[in-house]
């Protein structure tokens, strides 16, 4: 039913990470290099998405988007380089409220970096314009695949961007905890919870007739005799497990604990591509 396009897939996880790249960013807590980071590497993927797609022999609404996606993803990246000056709201005030804490105790500290007050800081709301974009070429994406079930096509594959880009960007601001170590949790508890509520949907979609349930009573043929069908459901409930034990792991007060969930984000990918990937596979067969 749904076409195993590496296009497709690289637009997905290119517009999910950015959705939740301004997930993250509109709180203005993460310093303004995560958001270098992550730019930079999405903006590559839908490039590769608009390259691949015209090689592979994608729809030509798709590719257009996925080169618009890659477009505004270098031009945000270009104002928040432009506007690097200027700092991230939140990240400074919690700089200058441990400079206090740190004064009034008698203790010799490093004083806050100083920051241009005039130049204006870059607008979270820029990061919304490529997965925006990237959502209609995915909609594109979702009917040329579709089989003749249009509805059912695109919604699979939105939910796999939400899906994929939840849990991608889950790990990498997990890591960059090690960059940004007095970064409160409560981002990184965002996107955990997003991947633990999104998941449901995605598993349902996947369920959905024609899909895994025929596939798992032997109406839609796996080719490894059923094997690969209960790989399936193992991976998906393994990364129901993975959001729940990770958010435990981020209820502990050790710095250790977000370096446990990192770990555990890790895995999760893993078995969320799984869960994403291997039923689309199946299903396109």
């Known amino acids: 039913m749904i076409q195993l396009d590496a296009a497709t897939v690289l637009l997905q996880w290119a517009a999910g990470g950015l959705l939740f790249l301004w997930v993250t960013t509109r709180r203005r807590e993460v310093g303004i290099g995560y958001g270098w980071l992550l730019r930079g590497v999405y903006g590559v993927m839908a490039a590769g998405a608009a ?17 618009l996606t890659a477009a505004t993803t270098f031009a945000a990246l270009g104002v928040s380089v432009a506007r690097r000056k200027a700092g991230v709201a939140g990240e400074r005030a919690r700089k200058e409220r441990v400079a206090a804490r740190l004064s009034a105790s008698g203790v010799v500290h490093t004083a806050p970096d100083r920051v241009e007050r005039h130049q204006k800081e870059f607008a979270p709301a820029l990061d919304l314009v490529a997965p925006v974009i990237g959502a209609v070429g995915l ?16 919604a699979r594959t939105l939910a796999g961007a939400v899906f994929l880009g939840a849990v991608s960007d889950a790990m990498l601001l997990g890591h960059w905890y090690l960059v940004q170590p007095g970064l409160g949790r409560a981002p990184l508890l965002e996107l955990v919870k997003w991947t633990a509520w999104v998941w449901p949907v995605e598993v349902a979609l996947l369920l959905l007739p024609p899909g ?12 490894w005799h059923g094997t690969l069908s209960w790989f399936w459901v ?4 393994t990364t129901i497990a ?44």
């Open 51 to 67: 390259a691949a797609g015209p090689a592979l022999g994608g729809d030509l609404g798709r590719d257009v988007c996925a080169a």
């Open 139 to 154: 909609v594109f994406a979702g009917i040329h695949a579709s089989g003749g079930h249009d509805a059912l096509s695109v």
């Open 212 to 223: 895994m349930i025929d596939a798992l009573t032997g109406h839609i043929d796996d080719g």
């Open 234 to 237: 193992a991976c998906a409930v």
């Open 242 to 285: 993975l959001a729940f034990v990770t958010r435990a792991a981020l209820k502990e007060r050790a710095y250790s604990a977000v370096m446990a969930a990192t770990g555990l984000l890790y895995l999760a990918i893993l078995t969320a591509f799984g869960t994403d990937l291997v039923a689309r596979a199946i299903l396109a067969g």
